[in-house]
């Protein structure tokens, strides 16, 4: 009878280094944990955010089906573009950064959404007050981050993160907007 080959995994193997602690912080920076901290809730709630238009690219409907269908997965890829360079910054920080979705859910401050569809204007409300929670989160950790003399830190909080959910917030707001009455009719 022959056996089935299975990999020999050991998943009991202690970890390198556990969540919460930091290691080789850059030497221009004392005391990074505050930093790390601030940057680990930015990034469950960047996260959720970016998980949040995947949904809605993939449950959307109506009469602006194509628009927002092409326009949630743009901002999706954006998104996906930030986590990676939050995450990457925690890293270079010397700390651990959440990479589940589970520590994402319990970090977020995100409301969950109904598992069920929703209608275009209550996905784009919902993306907006999401948006709010992400930008406040941001600006309050660019302060942190310049309270630490963490300029590179900032640069990205400020320069990537704020920028972009400030245009993906301008790009949903359009759709929201009423066209003032024709002169014409």
């Known amino acids: 009878m022959?056996?089935?080959?299975?990999?020999?995994l050991d998943l009991t193997v202690p970890e390198v280094q556990p969540y919460g602690?930091?290691?080789?912080?850059?030497s221009a920076l004392q005391h990074s944990e505050p930093v790390i901290e601030v940057l680990n809730q930015i990034l469950g709630d960047a996260l959720t955010l970016r998980d949040l238009y995947k949904k809605h690219h993939w449950q959307v409907s109506g009469p602006t089906f194509y628009q927002l269908h092409l326009l949630f997965d743009k901002h999706h890829e954006q998104l996906a573009d930030l986590v990676d360079l939050i995450a990457e910054r925690i890293q270079i920080l010397g700390g651990i950064s959440v990479a589940m979705?589970?520590?994402?859910?319990e970090l977020t401050r995100i409301p969950r959404p109904p598992r069920g569809r929703e209608t275009p204007a209550a996905q784009i409300a919902r993306l907006l007050a999401a948006h709010e929670i992400l930008i406040r989160g941001v600006r309050d950790g660019a302060r942190v981050a310049a309270t630490h003399g963490d300029d590179g830190?900032?640069?990205?909080?400020?320069?990537?993160?704020l920028r972009t959910n400030e245009m993906q917030v301008w790009f949903l707001s359009e759709h929201l907007a009423v066209a003032p009455p024709s002169e014409c009719a």
């Open 101 to 105: 979705g589970a520590d994402a859910a």
């Open 2 to 8: 022959k056996r089935a080959v299975e990999p020999a």
């Open 21 to 26: 602690t930091t290691v080789r912080a850059l």
């Open 153 to 161: 830190t900032n640069d990205v909080l400020i320069g990537g993160v």
